[in-house]
């Protein structure tokens, strides 16, 4: 049965209250350096209330902070995709290709971002590409296999249409395989926009570049930890919000 | 030389065990112009007949010959109306039908290739709705896009395979007659494979009889002994179609008690 209106506000209110409880009491308690739920707040207000002020590199307002974590998502999502949908056509479309790239992926996909990013220097000699490769790297997996299984899982009739009507291999693409598989790519896309969000922390911790994720690390070292709980909650939050905008795209390639 | 020719068609596949063999030696000839139906039992190996004369899947024995050129691959010139309408669901009702007509006519002009595409959505009926999507469509609908579309690719044959096995009784009738229609005002060769006898009577020259499978071949011949333009109201009560269906019911009926 579906929650009531009251209850659907109510619940997670209550949900959020208990967390908060906890958090306080653990903050007493146990883990004496974690700082209380209203020390976080006091400590973290300027960032959060001038979320775009610059006073150094380091030490900027959460919403300019998080803006440049999320110009490096997108950049390392976008090459992601670039080198992805193709890749998980080609690897949908022939059983050759399928053959010889399949145990390799399946190999890659599950090797960490934090082993990449040094890799990605080495190449690279700078820490900005470097962060970019390895968000692309680790994100790209699901669009390749998602895209790879929508073009395996599309409906014969849909492929006899195109062979009675002998469509070159062009127009069969473009008019049949790529508009079949559209569900299952942005499934794919919606995947790899979430790891590519996981990626971002370990990237900018590793690089100490300004972003979410360094600021994280500098705080840390500069035994600020109200601003860890501060950057964890905005990580948290873009992530979701991200997710959510993500969903709302592939809701609606889904009923077309 | 019959303008269609297929000569012991087999086919079997591999079933979960041994080879299941559904087709077992199926001759067919038809003139130019006619309208041939094979009426069977669901199961019996339709739908493998039409794929096997649309080019779809290859027979393991025979030869199909239309038109003087042999039969090796699917093409445009043997339009299908398949079973379950597949109809492109991204594309619109005009975006369907005009890619079986781009597909057919490159060489005309963009503009004649409108007129084209215009020409038989309004053959259908479906001016009205020509930019909705399928899922937008009743299942007549759906069904009318089916056939404008496989009309659109101007076909030699034209196959139909069970075109109206999903509609309600009533639709179903609509739709016949729409088809007795747009036959009487063009003529192609059409093979209707179906399951309902009363459908294949009214619309088609000759019957041919599927037995039940497996190993299914074509029975005798039965000629349809009915005037055109056929109007259905007419048609139940009079003598020839109770033949005709006395015909054809009793040899599937004769094939089954064989079998038992």
Sequence with gaps: MPPRPLARLLLPLLGLLAVLCLWTLISQTVATDLPSPLKTWQESRRYVLEPFFKDGEMNQGIGRLAYYSLVRVAKGYLLALLIGTPLGFVLGLSRGFHGALDPIIQFLRPISPLAWLPLGLVVFQKSEPAAIFTIAVCAMWPTVINTAVGVRSISQDYLNVGRVLRLSRLKMLVKIIVPASLPYVFTGYRLSLGIAWLVIVAAEMLTGTPGVGGFLWQEYNSLVYSHIILSVLTIGAIGFVLDRLMGLVEARMKTS | ?260
């Design chain 2, 1 to 260: 030389m019959p303008y269609l020719e297929a000569r012991g068609l087999e086919k079997s596949f591999r079933g979960s065990d041994g080879p299941v063999r559904v087709l077992g030696g199926v001759d067919l000839s038809l003139e130019e112009g006619e309208f041939v139906a094979i009426v069977g039992y669901s199961g019996s190996g339709k739908t493998t007949l039409v794929s096997l004369l649309g080019g779809l899947a290859p027979p393991d024995v025979g030869t199909m010959v239309l038109d003087g050129a042999p039969i090796t691959g699917p093409g445009p010139e043997r339009g299908i109306v398949f079973q379950q309408y597949s109809l492109l669901p991204w594309m619109s009702v005009y975006d369907n039908v005009a890619l079986a007509v781009d597909a057919v006519n490159p060489r005309l002009s963009r503009l004649e290739r409108r007129r084209l595409t215009e020409e038989f959505i309004a053959l259908v009926n479906l001016t009205p709705a020509q930019w909705k999507r399928p899922r937008e469509l009743s299942g007549g609908m759906r069904q009318r896009v089916a056939v404008a579309r496989g009309l659109a690719m101007q076909p030699k044959l034209l196959l139909m395979d069970e075109p109206f096995s999903a509609l309600d009784a009533l639709t179903r009738a609509t739709l016949q007659d729409e088809l007795l229609r747009i036959w009487g005002a063009r003529r192609c060769t059409v093979v209707l494979i179906t399951n309902d006898v009363d459908e294949a009577i009214i619309l088609a020259d000759r019957i041919y009889p599927l037995t039940p499978g497996p190993g299914a071949v074509l029975g005798p011949v039965i000629e349809v002994a009915l005037p055109r333009p056929r109007v259905r109201q007419h048609l139940s009560l009079s003598p020839g179609y109770q033949k005709a269906r006395h015909a054809v019911v009793e040899f599937l009926r004769s094939c089954r008690r064989a079998r038992a």
